[in-house]
């Protein structure tokens, strides 16, 4: 009698082990994908016209990024990652020689974006929209081609790209998204139950530079400045930048609470390290994108003045955390629930359940007004 072999619970009736294809946990590399601006600067090449061309393709893909959040109506989440994604892959494996054939690769990172960001939507609608915007922004596109076919080849393109960038990128989809990072760290539990001892007037003033500071990650993202410096140090320098604005335009006495960086960044903070990234990203502006939302001369910052806005002592840093998530347990495990939190979300909860209200509300009158206007387009037909 031959000798039965136990089965795990992975294998099959037919003895196939999922397990042995599959494992449990596969384990992904983690890159830093930090770069000096130097680097970054010569990854354009020394060929003037080259560099040129080259430039001229990657802000046709910027372009389509934004064309892209518009239009399928993305997070400004996504359009963040799918930035950071592309500035990452042509860092390291340049761009295709044409125009189409960079908008193929940015349309993969874009759907990869969106499964890793928000949800993913039907190929279809990758499809159709980049369909559109090749007809309609890129004129070889335009020649002896039917939508029809183009959708075909966007759809064979789209899930042969999606392949290759996964694998160039050896799977490593850990973004550190500033613009997510902004809102898990200064979300509505640590406002109310973290930061509530801060100085009143600071309190008021924070929510102001905190959406000012969305605006600069969004904004920031069409230049490589996520090649500069991790997510981290992009949503502090954020925070650091709007400050700066705020001084400089409202208020001359503000600044930032004692070591207001370093108790919430796994960074080493200082003046300096802020100071270094604002000329640096001031020499990518000069060198990549000349764009209505470059900074210019407000990023050239003196230590002096950075000294005057923030005040971060070098013994205080987070940097030796086992991990770089900001949701810390030594930080929330005593449960503690502010009243202000409890009324700020329930303020919340009514704005949110008036609008939807009074948007059922009004496709409920819409309604009866669409069947009207068809009844009698339909009479009219008839007659």
């Given amino acids: 009698m031959s000798q039965v072999v136990a089965k795990s619970p992975a294998t099959t009736a037919e003895g196939f082990n999922a397990r042995l294809l599959w494992p449990d946990m596969i384990r992904t590399p983690h890159n830093k994908w930090v770069y000096t601006c130097r680097e970054i600067v010569d990854r354009l090449g020394s060929d003037p016209h ?8 990657m802000e046709k893909c910027l372009m389509y990024f934004y064309v892209m959040k518009k239009q399928l109506k993305l997070f400004d989440h996504t359009y963040t990652a799918a930035c950071i994604l592309f500035f990452r892959y ?36 990758y499809v159709k929209a980049t369909g559109e915007f090749l007809l309609k922004d890129i004129p070889t596109a335009r020649s002896g081609q039917n939508l029809e076919k183009l959708k ?12 290759q960038i996964l694998c160039q990128l050896g799977f490593d989809l850990n973004l550190n998204n500033p613009k997510e990072l902004i809102e898990e760290i200064f979300s509505g539990f640590f406002r109310y139950n973290r930061d509530f001892d801060l100085d009143e007037h600071f309190k008021v003033t924070l929510p102001g530079i905190i959406q000012e500071a969305r605006n600069f ?29 705020f001084k400089n335009n409202s208020n001359p006495s503000f600044k930032f609470p004692k070591n207001f960086f370093s108790q919430r960044f796994p960074i080493k903070a200082s003046p300096q390290l802020f100071v270094d990234l604002l000329s640096d990203y001031r020499v990518l502006e000069q ?67 008036a609008r939807v209200i009074a948007q059922s509300e009004a496709n409920s009158k819409r309604g009866p007004v669409e069947a009207d206007h068809a009844e009698n387009v339909a009479k009219r037909r008839k007659q």
């Fill in 90 to 125: 042509w860092y390291v494996y340049g761009l295709p020689p044409n125009s189409i054939e960079c908008i193929h690769l940015s349309q993969a990172l874009l759907a990869t974006a969106c499964k890793t960001v928000e949800n993913n939507r039907p190929i279809d609608v």
């Fill in 287 to 353: 060198n990549f994108f000349d764009l209505k939302s470059n900074k210019g001369e407000k990023l050239r910052v003196t230590l002096d003045v950075m000294n005057d806005l923030i005040d971060e002592d070098e013994s205080v840093t987070q940097s030796d955390r086992e991990s770089d998530s900001v949701f810390v347990y030594e930080d929330i495990k005593d449960g503690i629930v502010r009243d202000d939190l409890l009324k700020s979300i329930e303020t919340r909860v009514k704005d949110l359940s």
């Fill in 152 to 163: 075909w080849e966007l759809r064979d393109k789209l899930v042969a790209y999606e392949k």
């Fill in 50 to 57: 080259l560099a040129t061309e080259m430039k001229r393709r």
């Fill in 217 to 245: 990650i969004i904004q920031a993202g069409t230049q490589p400045v996520s090649l500069l410096c991790d997510g981290f140090t992009f949503t502090a320098l954020s925070l650091v930048f709007c400050g700066l604005q």
